[in-house]
């Protein structure tokens, strides 16, 4: 039987790639990395360098924690989810002193929490915020917090593992100064690239020797001045097989133009939800200009194990809740190619596994979806 993955990472990898395996310093392997770059500044509109590192997400912020912060700096930790949970616990382990702001999960950041702690702790030196909270389903308005904070304040470092290729990032339009993302959600690709980006202005800090290079590995001065090269290259071995994945992941997007791509993940998360709704199921984010168009969650306090287990008797793997929200919540990620036919594929699945677990749901679901489908046409 097929198995499908609507999982918010691993996603199936609509081009397989040719798991070619280069040596990462023949000047085969610069041509594709500068190719690479190339796409990952086009698809964030910048013309800073993009890092690609070995390993998954949490390296990548570990990255920006190791090089950005020092011990006993003060740094302000906005969390609405699990992410942004671990993205201060990186901080923390990086030496810094914490000032939470938490966000109930469900709920997004506004620009208001951030001036609020900002003004309160002039003295903080980074700021954390999480773009697309994966674990809620949650995506904060970062282009509108962003507009509301001073550029001489802290170094804004922004969790994008999970926004980056599914829906708008763009760091230097934006003005953050780190972001920091991976290779096996937005990106379509297997899990191992991270990916790390850096303001001018936090270049310069690195620069000047500011902060401490707390890291040898994640030596970010170290992997640009190797990207800088005639030949560019990694300083260290990096995932040769995959970037020719995510070569052609990154093709596939921009043929297609961001803008189409973004606009077609949010027109599937809206389909999906729709026929959610119809058939009685309660988003788990009441907010829908904060649902993301990535990941879709909806609330199932008392059958949410039940529901998952019977669509993997049928090939279908969903995710359920982190943390607080263990159990009580079902995740379906819309990061793949994927379009009508198997949104449609999911969705009869989900009514099959509700009907299974005595839920009674409504049967107009497709027709609904439909509508929402096809209000979503150019
Ligand atoms: C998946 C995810 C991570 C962790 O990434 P790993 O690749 O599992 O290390 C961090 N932040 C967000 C928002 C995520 O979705």
């Given at each position: 039987m097929n198995r499908y993955l609507f999982t918010p990472g691993p996603v199936p990898i609509p081009n397989e790639g040719a798991a070619a395996l280069k040596s990462h310093r023949e000047p085969g392997f610069s041509v594709q990395f500068e190719k690479i770059q190339g796409s990952l500044r086009k698809l964030m509109r910048t013309d800073q360098p993009v890092l690609l590192l070995p390993c998954s997400g949490t390296g990548s912020l570990e990255a920006l924690c190791l090089n950005l912060i020092g011990p006993g700096e003060k740094v302000i930790s906005v969390s609405c989810g699990e992410f942004g949970l671990r993205f201060r616990d990186i901080a923390r382990s990086a030496?810094?002193?914490?000032?939470?702001?938490?966000?109930?999960?469900?709920?997004?950041?506004?620009?208001?929490?951030?001036?609020?702690?900002?003004?309160r702790y002039p003295d903080a030196v980074a700021l954390l915020l999480t773009h697309n909270e994966t674990s809620t389903g949650v995506m904060n308005p970062l282009e509108e917090i962003m507009g509301s904070v001073n550029e001489r304040g802290p170094l804004v470092l922004v969790d994008g593992v999970s926004s980056l290729g599914a829906m708008p990032c763009f760091p230097q339009d934006w003005n953050f100064d780190g972001?920091?993302?991976?290779?096996?959600?937005?990106?379509?690709?297997?899990?191992?690239?991270?990916?790390?980006?850096?303001?001018?202005?936090?270049?310069?800090?690195?620069?000047?020797?500011?902060?401490?290079?707390?890291?040898?590995?994640?030596d970010l001065l170290r992997h640009r001045e190797y990207l800088e090269k005639d030949n560019p290259q990694n300083p260290f071995t990096p995932p040769v097989s995959l970037l020719a994945t995510l070569e052609g992941s990154l093709d596939l997007i921009l043929e297609q133009g961001t803008t189409e791509w973004f606009r077609k993940k949010r027109r599937l998360a809206e389909t999906f939800m729709a026929g959610m709704i119809s058939m009685g199921l309660e988003p788990f984010v009441k907010e829908s200009a904060a649902r993301s168009p990535g990941v879709s969650s909806l609330l199932l306090p008392s059958s949410a194990g039940k529901v998952k287990d019977e669509l993997l008797k049928m090939g279908i793997v969903v995710s359920g809740g982190q943390g607080e929200m263990k159990g009580k919540i079902l995740r379906f990620a819309?990061?793949?190619?994927?379009?009508?036919?198997?949104?449609c594929l999911l969705m009869g699945s989900i009514f099959a596994a509700l009907d299974r677990?005595?839920?009674?749901?409504?049967?107009?679901?497709?027709?609904?979806?439909?509508?929402t489908w096809k209000k979503g046409e150019k």
């Open positions: 030496g810094a002193e914490i000032i939470p702001v938490d966000i109930p999960a469900g709920q997004g950041v506004r620009s208001n929490h951030v001036l609020s702690a900002l003004e972001l920091a993302s991976c290779s096996q959600k937005g990106l379509l690709t297997p899990p191992g690239i991270g990916v790390v980006w850096l303001s001018e202005r936090a270049w310069r800090s690195l620069e000047k020797g500011d902060r401490k290079r707390g890291s040898y590995y994640f819309h990061y793949s190619d994927w379009g009508w036919p198997e949104t677990s005595g839920l009674k749901p409504g049967p107009e679901y497709i027709s609904q979806a439909w509508e």
